[in-house]
Structures are given as structure tokens and as C-alpha cells.
């Protein structure tokens, strides 16, 4: 594939390991891209625990982050030490809300969560551009006439410091960190978790032992919203302009980090501390294509995409290998892996 | 409300769904096999950018809706591989596949986003067309939507009175039966995907060559979602798709004319309706566990392989 663009993969890959984590910026900046994407897939590990498959992170952040940027231009006088952590929590609650909607749909009317979610993207993604085109957007853009659907900057209390002097490594990191090893307390040691994953190993079985199903399932996915929910506020407070900005679409606010939360997860095996240097390598390859973008004019959006599909392969090998574990046969199923791999390269020309 | 503009709306309301009727048929098509294809966005993209490609540098409809129909049914090959011959998870699978296509399609199209295209002249047949109302609602359509009709009475003919249909059925249904009548569930899975991502393709291209004939990053906004909710929408019944199809496209050109009946809502607002109409028939229709459970394939979205069992 990249070789067909006329770029030399092995140098393409050594750029894009060395931006992402051959210096202290590079590194820096690949921690700040992981926090979204881990926030968000440790929500998807609890949600796939309980047999739900949620699609909606892109609108449980962007709603998190519309309710964080209200709070924040609501109470723009708190000391930082309240206002953080009231916008990251107001952040929770919007994504929370978001996800208990899907999750009540499914857990009551029998929903598949799959196509709620996702239509409540794009009805998340509209809210927000009505919100930053009108009762949020910054009086200044309608005093110049200029119009750009922003806030405006928001209170400088609510900024997440900075951990390294002169880098962007923020406060989003530790709080990213946090709800991971939190989401593994919550899964593993205590009874919240022990429902959820009941509920999503056998619904019968739980029923049969007092365990509500639909409300599990409802707090399942309301969990994964809160968790995509404090991502889209740690984007807002954590961003260098300090704004929330809308191109009309959901991608230039969360950089999809809500699908891609999915595949980190996935890569994870559903485990919210395996998420965690999942997350940082899915990261990498972000900062990595930006740069490998600037060295071999390579389009970014196609190399996460090629990389999307890897993984995929990598996940469909395990299944593979499991194959031919139950037939009980010796075979070496990574020649056929790699194969198929160089024909789908193939394919996109 | 003038005749006239309920008429215009009605006709707009067609067009707005055909794009639907084609993505949901063959994705209906796939989905009676048992195999859940979630790409149905990425290949309505990628079928889009691809057909827009070929009308631009040929000029020809056909060889637009050839290269978009094998775009799709192209990337719809790699999921049939991963999930029937690779025995991925089908969910999995059909998220990346999505994700692929926008990012593919928003590279392939890179070079494209300033051109317009003449787009599809509208063909009115001779004499029928001439009928006051029925005419124009029924007969001056572009050739895209009355193949639209087509495909779908060869996909209701071919699932309810042919043989090959019965099978398709038969293997959605039950599989291991099928297998053990002497039927290649496989192979047979492997058709019924790759036609419905050859429909998807087409939907694409009906969206970037005929209905708005340019190309815009993401054109398809969300339409391979509503088309996956359509099927579930008409429970697996054909011309419960094409209802459904054309509700939808009705609830697409309403929110363009409501404010022109000066109702003051703002246009983002009104941009969502079509979405949360989705929600609402999704409520409605799934409420009823038993509706879901009777009509969708009995085998739907579980992997087999004859192998393994």
C-alpha cells in the first residue's frame, strides 16, 4: 500500500515510531491523543462485558463535553481545584445520560443497541452544532460577523494544568489512568461489576439469581457514556485553544477517538488495563501518520485506516488459531494471515 | 397546501430514497444468508467516490455504476473473507469496515471535492408521462431509480418464488441443515454478501452521481446506518423496505420544507428528525420481543463454519 504511493514502508514506519515515541514531545504528545481513545475504550470494555455493543461513543463525548462547557461557562469564577473536577464530572453525567438512553432502549424495548447508538451520534453531533451556532457560541464572533461555531475561550480555571513544563502532556493522562484502574476495580471487586458481567455472560442464568437484566444492562452502557463523556471534556479543557469548536461533523471534535476506542479495546481483550498501552500504541500511530503525512505526503486518514484493518486481522487470527485448537490439528496459521493481508493491499488500487 | 408542492415533495421523497432501497435491499439480501454486515457505510462511501471517480473521467453512467457496484462488492470481499473464510467476528469486522471506507473513500476523493458533475437527466417515458399526477409521479423518474424498482421485484421474486431464494432462506435459518442437505453454506454466504456490498456500491453512487452530483468527504452521512435500521425496520420483508425507504426519504425532504411553511426551527434541529424518526420505528417495531424473534434469520450475525461443528 504504501509502497504503491511511492514511499518506502519500512522508513514510513520507522518515522512513524520515532515521532511517536523517539523523544520526550513526541512522547508527550502521543499520551495526550491516547487519553480519548483509552477513556473511551475502557467504557467499551465495560459495556462489551455486558454483552453490549456501544457505537456511540462519538455522541456520549460530544454530549460530555457540551454539558462540561456549560458548567464551565456557567460558574467561570471557581477556583480550579472545584471547577476541574465539576467539569470532568459534568462531562460523566452528559455522556452517562447519552449511554443510559441506548442502554434503556435496549434493556426495555429490545432495541439493538448498535443502530441507537449510532443514531444518536448524528442527533449529538446536530445538538452540538445547533448549541455552538447559537445559544453557546462566543459574542464576539457574532459582534465581527465572522460566525465560527465556537465558544468562547472558556475560563482559564478550568485549563487542565500542564504536567510537563513546555510540553502538552496534561492532567487528562492521571485523570485517563485513573478511570482505568478504576473501571477494573469497578469490574472485578465489587458487586456493580460482578452484574454487569453476569448479566453479559449469561442473561438466563441472572435472571434466574435475582439479577436484573435490563437495569444492568442500562447502568452497563451508562458507565461506557460516562467514561467517553469525561474524553470529550478532557478534549475541550485540554485543548490549546480552550474552546469548543464544531466543523460540522463529529470527527473534527472527538477525531473519531469513539470508533477507534472500540478497536483499542478489542485489541485490549476487552481488559480496561490491557486498554491502557493499547491505547498508547493506537495513539503512536496517530501522532506517527501525522508525521509520516509531513515526510511522505501519505494521507493520514488512509494510514489509520489500513491500520484499523490490521488489527481486525490480528483479532480474526486469534479466532483462527482457536479453530484449528478445537479440531484439534497443527497448523501454522500465520503464513495464511500474512497472505491475506498483501491481497487486501492489493485490493484499494 | 398547494397541490403542486405536495406533489414536488412526494417525487423528492423518491429520489431521497432510493439510496435507501438500494443499500437496505442488498444488505436484506445478505442478512437472509445470516451474516450481519455492519460496513454498509463504508461501502456506500467508497462505492460513492469511486462511481464519482469513473462518471468524471468517462462520462458514462454505466461504467460509473459498474466501477461503484465492484468497489462495493470489492470491499465487501475483504469482510466475507475475514468473517466466513477467517471466522472473525461479524460485528468486529463490519465496524472496521466502515472505519476502512470513510478513510479510503475521504483518500480517493482527496482530488475531487471541487467537481461537479452534470448529473442524470430525468427520463420520461413516452405517453405515460403525459398522465396528469400519475405521470409525474410515477414516470419521469432518471434510470437509476426505475432500476431501483426493479431490483427490488427480482429480490422479492428471487426470495419468495425461486428455488436459489428458498436456500438463501434455508441457510440463514439453519445452517447445519443446509450443510447437511448437501448446500455450500459458504459459498452461498459469500454471493449474498458480495451482492450486498455491490447494492451498497450502487447506492453510493446513486447519492454522488445522480441525487447530489458531487463529491463531499462523508456524502453518505449516516445513510448505510439508516439503511442497516430500515431492514430491521421491515422485518426482512422486501417491500417493507421499500415503504420504509421512502418514509425515510420523505422525512429527509421534509425538514427542508417545514421552514419554508414557516415553522421557526432551527435547520440543525430539524436535520436531526430523520434520526430520531429511526429511534421512534426502532422502538416500535422491537418493542415487541416476539417481532424481532419470528422474523429476523435464525442464524443472524453467528458464525459457521461446517468444520467446526
Redesign the interface.
Known amino acids: 500500500m504504501l509502497l504503491s504511493l511511492g514511499a518506502n514502508p519500512l522508513s514510513g514506519y520507522a518515522t512513524m515510531f520515532t515521532a511517536a515515541f523517539g523523544s520526550l514531545e513526541g512522547f508527550s504528545e502521543t499520551t495526550v491523543k491516547s487519553i480519548p481513545l483509552l477513556l473511551v475504550g475502557v467504557g467499551i470494555c465495560i459495556a462489551f462485558r455486558a454483552n453490549v455493543?456501544n457505537?456511540g461513543g462519538e455522541g456520549q463525548m460530544v454530549m460530555g463535553a457540551l454539558l462540561a462547557t456549560a458548567v464551565a461557562l456557567a460558574f467561570p469564577a471557581f477556583p480550579s481545584f472545584m471547577l476541574i473536577p465539576m467539569v470532568l464530572m459534568a462531562g460523566a453525567v452528559g455522556g452517562a445520560f447519552w449511554g443510559a438512553i441506548a442502554g434503556a432502549?435496549k434493556a426495555y424495548?429490545?432495541?439493538?443497541e448498535?443502530?441507537?447508538t449510532?443514531?444518536?451520534n448524528?442527533?449529538a453531533v446536530?445538538?452540538m452544532?445547533?448549541l455552538l451556532?447559537?445559544p453557546m457560541i462566543d459574542p464576539a464572533e457574532i459582534e465581527r460577523g465572522t460566525g465560527i461555531p465556537q465558544t468562547m475561550r472558556l475560563s482559564e480555571n478550568a485549563d487542565l494544568p500542564i504536567l510537563l513544563e513546555g510540553m502538552r502532556m496534561h492532567l487528562g493522562v492521571l485523570v485517563a489512568l485513573l478511570v482505568a484502574v478504576g473501571a477494573y476495580f469497578l469490574l472485578w471487586r465489587t458487586a456493580i461489576g460482578f452484574r454487569i458481567r453476569s448479566v453479559g455472560y449469561n442473561p438466563d442464568a441472572s435472571r434466574y439469581a435475582g439479577i436484573s437484566v435490563p437495569k444492568n444492562v442500562t447502568s452497563a452502557l451508562a458507565f461506557s457514556g460516562a467514561m467517553a463523556g469525561i474524553a470529550g471534556a478532557i478534549l475541550v479543557f485540554g485543548s490549546e485553544s480552550h474552546r469548543m469548536v464544531t466543523d460540522g461533523?463529529s470527527?473534527g471534535f472527538t477525531g473519531?477517538a469513539g470508533?477507534?476506542g472500540?478497536?483499542v479495546a478489542?485489541l485490549a481483550g476487552l481488559h480496561p488495563l490491557w486498554s491502557v498501552p493499547s491505547a498508547l500504541l493506537f495513539g503512536g500511530m496517530l501522532v506517527g501518520a501525522n508525521a509520516l503525512q509531513r515526510a511522505a505526503q501519505v494521507?493520514s486518514?488512509?494510514i489509520?485506516?489500513?491500520n484499523?484493518?490490521i488489527?481486525?486481522?490480528v483479532?480474526?487470527?486469534e479466532?483462527?488459531k482457536q479453530?484449528y485448537a478445537?479440531?484439534g490439528r497443527v497448523e501454522e496459521p500465520d503464513d495464511n494471515d500474512n497472505g491475506?493481508i498483501v491481497t487486501?493491499g492489493g485490493?484499494?488500487e | 397546501m398547494d397541490f403542486d408542492i405536495f406533489l414536488q415533495i412526494l417525487i423528492a421523497a423518491v429520489a431521497a430514497g432510493t439510496p435507501f432501497v438500494y443499500a437496505a435491499l442488498g444488505e436484506l439480501i445478505t442478512e437472509k444468508s445470516g451474516v450481519l454486515n455492519?460496513g454498509v457505510e463504508g461501502m456506500m462511501l467508497v462505492g460513492a467516490i469511486s462511481g464519482f471517480i469513473a462518471m468524471a473521467k468517462t462520462g458514462s453512467l454505466l461504467v460509473a455504476v459498474f466501477v461503484g457496484m465492484s468497489a462495493g462488492a470489492?470491499l465487501s470481499?475483504?469482510f466475507a473473507?475475514?468473517t466466513l473464510t477467517?471466522?472473525?467476528?461479524q460485528?468486529?469486522?463490519g465496524?472496521?469496515l466502515t472505519?476502512?471506507?470513510?478513510?479510503?473513500s475521504?483518500?480517493l476523493g482527496?482530488e475531487y471535492t471541487s467537481i461537479a458533475l452534470p448529473g442524470v437527466p430525468e427520463i420520461n417515458l413516452p405517453l405515460l408521462a403525459k398522465i396528469p399526477v400519475i405521470g409525474k409521479l410515477f414516470f419521469s423518474f432518471d434510470i437509476l431509480i426505475y432500476c431501483s424498482g426493479l431490483l427490488f421485484m427480482a429480490v422479492s421474486w428471487f426470495l419468495y418464488k425461486s428455488k436459489a431464494g428458498l436456500v438463501l432462506r434455508g441457510i440463514g435459518e439453519a445452517p447445519k441443515s443446509a450443510h447437511a442437505l448437501g448446500y455450500n453454506v459458504i459459498k452461498i454466504r459469500y454471493m449474498a454478501v458480495l451482492f450486498g456490498g455491490a447494492m451498497a456500491g450502487l447506492g453510493g453512487v446513486y447519492l454522488s452521481v445522480a441525487y447530489t452530483p458531487m463529491w463531499v468527504e462523508?456524502m453518505v452521512?449516516?445513510r448505510g446506518?439508516?439503511s442497516?435500521?430500515l431492514v430491521?425496520f421491515a422485518t426482512w420483508r422486501p417491500a417493507r423496505v421499500m415503504f420504509g425507504a421512502y418514509f425515510f426519504g420523505a422525512i429527509t425532504i421534509a425538514q427542508f420544507h417545514i421552514q419554508g411553511f414557516g415553522f421557526d426551527i432551527?435547520a440543525?434541529?430539524l436535520?436531526?428528525m430523520p434520526?430520531?424518526a429511526?429511534?421512534i420505528v426502532?422502538?416500535l417495531i422491537?418493542?415487541?420481543?416476539n417481532t424481532?424473534r419470528l422474523n429476523s434469520p435464525a442464524s443472524l450475525g453467528i458464525?459457521y463454519?461446517p468444520?467446526?461443528q
Open positions: 455493543i457505537i432502549l424495548f429490545n432495541v439493538s448498535i443502530l441507537s449510532i443514531m444518536l448524528i442527533v446536530q445538538f452544532n445547533f451556532r447559537g461533523g470527527t473519531s470508533f477507534n472500540i478497536v478489542l494521507p486518514a488512509l489509520i485506516a489500513l484499523g484493518l488489527v481486525v486481522f483479532v480474526s487470527s479466532y483462527f479453530r478445537q479440531a491475506v487486501e485490493n484499494n | 455492519l470489492l470481499g475483504i473473507v475475514l477467517l471466522m472473525a467476528n460485528v468486529a469486522s465496524l472496521a472505519i476502512f471506507g470513510v478513510g479510503l475521504a483518500f482527496l462523508g452521512a449516516g446506518w439508516v442497516l435500521a430491521v432551527p440543525q434541529l436535520s436531526m434520526y430520531i429511526t429511534i426502532l422502538v422491537s418493542r415487541n420481543q424481532i458464525t463454519h468444520d467446526n
